[in-house]
């Protein structure tokens, strides 16, 4: 019986395992569908996962949550009067939506980090990811690729902006060029400790250096 539940337990986290690197893998190109494999994985790891209390380094986080929390109670029964304009109480908790999750997420997430190894892996799927977003952006600055392009049923969409008038921009797959840059400066320092960790010149080097 043991035997059993130990065989099933390590399908269910070689699961969670596959589906954290692919969705990282296609995160950037095919978010849709990233998020529903990273959803998985994240929780399958929290099943897994109980001492995320005991971690000083969480704390942190859970009294930012509870704070943050409160804070959106105090403004909903007790609103403010000093201000000059009307303002939505309800965007508040809208706002802790995007937070909160995300605290969630990087708890979870340590699941599959634990290592170097693993932190090499994801590294390398985060800049392996990366590669759509130059071809698609380089293809638009200078290819006019323009979008927007729909893939399996609008699940996936590469926007590809046109340029407005007066000013020559890179979205790529993004509808923002912010967003692209903010991809690309995610993964920026990524690639320079892999290229200065490796001291001899190398295909690697070279290869991170060319990339």
């Known amino acids: 019986m043991n035997i059993k539940k130990d065989h099933k ?5 070689k699961a969670g395992k596959i589906c954290f690197s692919f969705g990282i893998l296609i995160l950037p190109g ?18 897994y996962t109980k001492n995320n209390l005991k971690d000083k380094w969480n704390l942190p986080l859970i009294i930012c949550s509870i704070l943050m929390i409160l804070i959106c109670l105090i403004s909903n029964f007790y609103p403010s009067t000093d201000l000059d304009f009307k303002y939505d109480n309800n965007l508040n908790w809208i706002g802790l939506l995007n937070w909160i999750p995300m605290f969630w997420v990087f708890w979870t997430a340590q699941y599959y980090l634990k290592t170097i190894q693993e932190r090499i892996n994801c590294a390398f799927y985060l800049l392996i990811g990366t590669i759509p ?67 001899y010149l190398n295909f690697r080097k070279i290869r991170h250096f060319s990339f």
């Open 9 to 13: 337990n390590n399908l269910l986290l």
């Open 30 to 47: 095919a978010f849709f569908y990233s998020s529903i494999l990273l959803l998985i994985s994240f929780i399958i790891a929290n099943i």
């Open 133 to 199: 977003i130059l071809i698609a952006g380089f293809g638009q600055y200078y290819l006019n690729w323009y979008g927007p392009f729909k893939f399996f049923n609008d699940t996936i969409i590469w926007y590809q902006r046109e340029n407005i008038v007066g000013m020559k921009g890179m979205t790529g797959l993004f509808n923002n060029p912010n967003y692209t840059a903010c991809a690309l400066a995610t993964v920026f320092p990524i690639l320079c400790a892999t290229f200065f960790s490796n001291k």
